[in-house]
């Protein structure tokens, strides 16, 4: 029988016109949910196959690793220094930038407990540094920055060995900005409050990294070979470092803009230019990696990268470069 709709009641029209979307409506569900079922699998697929490279990335890189994790020259060092720093350590907190995994015990930074910046170099890279001044009787030594004095530990450790001094000097923009990034005007106004509550004997208000490092020093016996000054590179550099003919500077403070290239030309004056090494850290940054040529330009020096987890590079002038090398051997990042 043929029915004419518009000769049917309405709701019978209507509920005819439901009845026949039925079968429609369930073929589209049908479709949608194969489509995302195929779209599922299609993710996991991809998801597996990233997976599956990240597990190889992670095997080669523990695979390139055994080799130094096992060297006699880092198991030394370890057993020589780290049981030293170990009290130092036990005060602070160990970090890493977000999603960040550390590859062994060594491979942390640290940070004061109550602040949030600034970092400190890794443990390997502070075994790195002592080994560098060791092995190359380095005596003289400036670092610019403090932050809260952990290089400064291992870098004392090493010079005091070698019956040698080190400077070390801050700001403490970032502690009080707790940021990486500040201006000239800001570093300096900071730099001269901390001098006159230095001078005027108000040790409480000192920077917490300053105070910590100082505590520091004296706890690890180097209040006679650490020399911690306040102020700003490059305008304090040349009224602290006064006659200081340095053989070693770890170029360690502002990474942006023109600063590390500014704290290259303010101790430049103060290298010995017969020997002498210059370290930069965090090189991934892009202004420190170009401070790191223009310091190889002035010094006449050779770049050497050591590939810990903030990349430390030394340019070096007349130094024997197998202290360098053998360096190279005993971090866990095995990888060019």
């Not at 569900?29 to 597996?48: D, F, N, S, V, Y």
């Not at 209040?223 to 040349?238: A, C, D, H, L, N």
């Not at 401070?291 to 002035?298: D, L, M, T, W, Y």
Request: with cysteine.
């Amino acid at each position: 029988m043929v029915y004419i709709f518009s000769d049917l009641p309405k709701h019978d029209a209507e509920g005819m016109f439901a009845a026949g979307a039925y079968p429609f409506i369930i073929l589209a569900l049908c479709l949608i949910a194969g489509l995302a079922i195929r779209t599922a699998k299609r993710q996991h697929r991809e998801l597996m196959k990233v997976r599956g490279r990240v597990e190889h990335l992670n095997f080669e890189l523990v695979k390139m690793a055994h080799l130094a994790l096992n060297h006699p020259r880092r198991k030394a060092l370890i057993d020589e220094v780290i049981p030293v720093m170990q009290p130092v350590q036990d005060q602070l907190e160990r970090v890493l930038f977000p999603n960040h995994e550390a590859l062994d015990n060594l491979d942390w930074m640290h940070k004061l407990k109550h602040r949030k910046f600034p970092y400190s170099i890794t443990d390997e890279e502070g075994l790195i540094l002592y080994d560098l001044v060791t092995r190359l009787g380095l005596k003289r030594g400036y670092e610019i920055a403090t932050a809260f004095g952990y290089s400064s530990f291992y870098l004392g450790l090493a010079f005091k060995k070698n019956g040698g001094q080190l400077v070390s000097l801050d700001a403490y923009v970032e502690e009080s900005q707790e940021h990486f990034v500040y201006d000239e005007a800001t570093a300096q106004r900071h730099a001269e409050i901390h001098i006159a509550a230095r001078d005027a004997g108000k040790t409480e208000n000192l920077p917490d990294g300053l105070q910590f490092a100082l505590a520091g020093a004296s706890q690890l016996g180097l209040k006679e070979t650490i020399r911690y000054e306040i102020g700003f590179s490059p305008m304090s550099v040349p009224s602290v470092l006064k006659d200081e003919m340095l053989d070693f500077a770890f170029i360690d403070g502002g990474h942006f803009g023109e600063a590390p290239r500014a704290d290259v030309d303010a101790v430049l004056p103060f290298m010995n230019s017969s020997r002498c090494i210059m370290v930069f850290h965090d090189t991934h940054c892009e202004a420190v990696a170009k401070a790191v040529f223009h310091a190889a330009e002035k010094l006449g020096g050779e770049i050497h990268s050591i590939n810990t987890r903030n990349r430390l590079v030394v340019v070096s002038r007349n130094i024997d470069l197998r202290a360098i090398e053998e360096c190279r051997h005993i971090i866990v990042r095995q990888y060019k």
